[in-house]
């Protein structure tokens, strides 16, 4: 069984910037494929970024050139560095991951491990 276990989240001004790190065990994340949602409150849960076993990335265009992805497989962690943030980023942010793909997927649904969260609040 995978755990994932996210950290990083916090308050931050409008223009700041956090990073969020994913630490899993159970199992190498070099064999998993990684991805990072959001939900704000009284919305659905939003794809914002993800990451393959080669570290191909993709993001979400309202995070593009703000937000990266990135993974060091040697510390079992992905990350999400988040910068420019803007007060519509508040959110709690979920880590997910399953195992490698050949391609990446922003369904939430095709992610089997799941971590409890990190709220990140962008004050204006």
């Known amino acids: 069984q995978v755990q994932l276990v996210e950290s990083g989240g916090g308050l931050v001004q409008a223009g700041g910037s956090l990073r969020l790190s994913c630490a899993a065990s159970?199992?190498?994340?070099?064999?998993?494929?990684a991805g990072w949602f959001r939900q704000a409150p009284g919305k659905e849960r939003e794809f914002v970024a993800a990451?393959?076993?080669?570290?191909?990335?993709y993001v979400t265009d309202s995070v593009k050139g703000r937000f990266t992805m990135s993974r060091d497989n040697a510390k079992n962690t992905v990350y999400l560095q988040m910068n420019s943030l803007k007060p519509e980023d508040t959110a709690v942010y979920y880590c997910?991951?399953?195992?490698?793909?050949?391609?990446?997927?922003?369904?939430?649904?095709?992610?089997?491990?799941w971590g409890q969260g990190t709220q990140v609040t962008v004050s204006s």
């Open positions: 990451i393959r076993w080669d570290s191909n990335t």
């Open positions: 159970g199992r190498t994340f070099s064999s998993l494929d």
């Open positions: 997910a991951a399953r195992p490698n793909r050949p391609l990446i997927t922003t369904r939430a649904r095709d992610y089997a491990y």
